[in-house]
């Protein structure tokens, strides 16, 4: 997509859709690179697919002007052994010049922002290349960042910008996070909190191919809420002016629910009566809008609703929950001793065969590691046993005893 020569690169922005050569793989096996690194690649991926789009929008236009500045000349051109006029032609050559200039300016600094967003994409799947074929050092490396970069998506998503900042520079993983993202949507909600539309509308902007794509009515409630805010303030006919501009692109069947309101209310004032009408008046709609554009934004990146360290944690928890687990502090069992009010909500696993767990290793209990009895009715398995005797003498850390190791007996579970 990226060549040095400025014909070719001009041809290729030419095509209407991009070609892709790159022969789609399925993932073949599901483990915890492919099951939970989606957000890596998507991420940085329709960054650059943003940027490709808007890309392809502005050097259009710029297209559009010079074509036209070019066959103006043409057309000023006299007939062959005529004199040229070269007062006007050299007037609009320089016009031509400078729209030129304004062209190359426009476009280098596009593709270099692509090309920044096709490295990052690039260096992610390396990375994760690695997880999946790399060497014993890469799985360690890999293992050992994991979970920091699920802690900093997470702190993210809550808006802990400072402490996901911090940790991802004490562990080096900065390139690896979707900070700018979750930056940007901060922004835009704390805009829409403080009832402002300006923000939201260049996000808008930004992305509105991708909203189109995802058949999305933002962008009209965005604008219904701009043209509200004018109408409550008394200002009806800038409000009329700023729909005619903005919504007169609308199909006839959108024409409906808040826009059909929104109408109403410019025309016969913003106290007017009825359920749907001071729905849309009141204050409660902004924090509507903020609803709305987490939805939309988590859909443009495919963000999904929880973060996948959430999702692990939650995971983890019903592995060990139980039917029969309460909160006991003084329990053997991670969830009735800390996690109980974690676990509150979520499924048991299904066990269908029981486990005895070592109570001195918390090895398993089987028949490699048969369950061996004391005097005294403790249970421990043989290895922990063995590690337990000294001579015929066998100590119980529970009881702080010692037996003799002719009174230990085998146990057999049916
Ligand atoms: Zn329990």
């Known amino acids: 997509m990226f060549q040095s020569h400025l014909p070719d690169t001009t041809r290729s922005y030419s095509l209407r859709f991009p070609v892709m050569n790159a022969v789609p793989q399925t993932i073949k096996s599901y483990n915890e690179v492919t099951a939970l690194e989606f957000g890596l690649l998507k991420v940085p991926y329709e960054l650059l697919n943003r940027k490709f ?14 074509s036209g500045l070019c066959s103006d000349i043409l057309k000023s051109l006299p007939p062959v052994n005529h004199k040229i006029p070269l007062e006007t032609i050299a007037e609009k050559l320089r016009l031509l010049i400078v729209k030129l200039h304004e062209f190359n300016i426009v476009f280098s600094d596009a593709v270099n922002g692509e090309i920044e967003c096709a490295k990052a994409l690039q260096n992610r799947t390396e990375y994760l290349h690695k997880a999946i074929d790399g060497s014993e050092q890469d799985l360690d490396f890999y293992g050992r960042q994991r979970v920091y970069r699920l802690i900093i998506d997470h702190l993210l998503r809550l808006g802990y910008f400072e402490t996901a900042q911090k940790l991802a520079e004490q562990v080096g993983t900065e390139s690896l996070t979707n900070h700018e993202v979750f930056e940007v949507a901060r922004q835009v909600e704390e805009s829409l909190r403080n009832k402002d539309l300006n923000l939201c509308l260049l996000w808008i902007a930004d992305n509105r191919s991708k909203l189109h794509r995802l058949n999305s009515n933002f962008e009209t409630e965005v604008h219904v809420q701009y043209a509200m805010e004018l109408a409550k303030a008394g200002q009806r006919k800038e409000a009329l ?15 409906a629910g808040n826009v059909l309101a929104l109408m109403t209310i410019i025309g016969a004032g913003h106290d007017f009566p009825g359920e749907t009408y001071k729905k849309l008046v009141s204050d409660d709609r902004w924090n509507d809008l903020i609803e709305m554009f987490r939805i939309e934004n988590a859909k443009i990146f495919s963000i999904s609703e929880q973060s996948a360290f959430s999702i692990c944690l939650q995971l983890g ?6 039917p029969h687990c309460k909160e006991d502090s003084t329990s053997r069992c991670i969830i009735c001793r800390e996690l109980f009010d974690f676990a509150l909500g979520l499924p048991y696993s299904h066990i269908s065969i029981s486990r005895l767990i070592c109570p001195y290793k918390g090895e398993v209990i089987n028949d490699s590691n048969v369950p061996l009895m004391l005097p005294n009715g403790q249970i421990y398995g043989e290895n922990a046993i063995h590690e337990l005797s000294k001579g015929d003498e066998v100590y119980d850390p529970k009881s702080k005893e010692y037996f003799n190791l002719r009174d230990v007996k085998r146990v057999f579970i049916l």
Do not use: D, M, P
């Open 241 to 255: 002016e700023y729909c005619k501009k903005n919504l007169s692109g609308l199909a006839g069947n959108q024409w």
């Open 53 to 66: 789009r808007t890309t392809l929008k502005r050097l259009g236009k710029s297209n559009f002007v010079i």
């Open 317 to 322: 928890i019903a592995a060990h929950k139980t």
